[in-house]
């Protein structure tokens, strides 16, 4: 497909497990971003990437958390000894690298850590 | 620190009445605005959006303003209908530098028939 599409869709797993969230963005899309919504919660950020240049990780909420983007393409989100505050809908967005352009988002994977 | 926020969490109008959606930034070099609608279980997808060279922005019932000295801006919807219940985020970047979508908390807007 032509959208941003992300697996799985849904996740369940226990407490302490370690995770991993794929995104495939847009080809030709450069930027690219991880955001987490928690239950009746905004869009929390997560990591950016941008092209070539180094990620922005500022919004990892702890060390437990990774994301990977290789060649310039798909991304990993790692979710490593996962607690149940983990639980929510992770969501990844691509966009165009030049500025002023709007993100596309994917339907977002659903986490839920019992 | 909320770089943009969105006082409303929820906004409810009837029918064919106007909605208006208010957001509120702090940073002073985001320059690009953008408004994403969200379904239920879905991703949020793109509305509309304003450069900070233009202070209104306007999209068939979608109209986004800008008020650059307030720091704020705003969506208004006209005629408002029942399919338009979701919820809104607003979102900002300093688009010029390349930078990543600061968003707000969101606001539920409900439209009753």
């Known amino acids: 497909g032509a959208g941003v599409s992300q697996s799985p869709s849904n996740k369940v797993t226990e407490k302490g497990k370690d995770v991993e969230l794929r995104c495939d963005p847009i080809?030709?899309?450069?930027?690219l971003y991880w955001y987490r919504q928690s239950l009746g919660q905004g869009l929390e950020f997560l990591i950016y990437?941008?092209?070539?240049?180094?990620?922005?990780k500022s919004g990892l909420p702890s060390d437990r958390f990774s994301a990977e983007r290789t060649g310039g393409s798909v991304s990993t989100l790692t979710i490593q000894r996962t607690q149940q505050e983990d639980s929510a809908v992770y969501l990844c967005?691509?966009?165009?690298?030049?500025?002023?352009?709007?993100?596309?988002f994917g339907q977002g994977t659903r986490l839920t850590v019992v | 620190d909320q770089q943009v926020k969105q006082n409303s969490p929820s906004l409810s109008v009837q029918e064919g009445r106007i909605s208006i959606l208010n957001c509120d930034y702090t940073?002073?070099?985001?320059?690009?605005f953008l408004w994403y609608k969200k379904y239920p279980a879905e991703g949020p997808t793109f509305l509309i959006s304003?450069?900070?060279?233009?202070d209104k922005n306007e999209d068939g019932r979608f109209t986004v303003f800008l008020n650059k000295s307030a720091k704020h801006l705003s969506l208004h919807i006209v005629p408002s209908q029942p399919g338009d219940s979701a919820v809104y985020f607003c979102?900002?970047?300093?688009?010029?530098?390349?930078?990543?979508?600061?968003f707000g908390e969101g606001t539920q807007l409900t439209v009753n028939p």
């Open positions: 979102a900002a970047s300093a688009g010029t530098s390349g930078s990543r979508l600061t």
């Open positions: 967005a691509s966009s165009l690298s030049i500025a002023n352009t709007e993100a596309f």
């Open positions: 940073n002073s070099m985001f320059d690009y």
């Open positions: 990437f941008q092209g070539n240049s180094a990620p922005d």
């Open positions: 304003i450069s900070s060279i233009k």
């Open positions: 080809s030709g899309h450069t930027a």
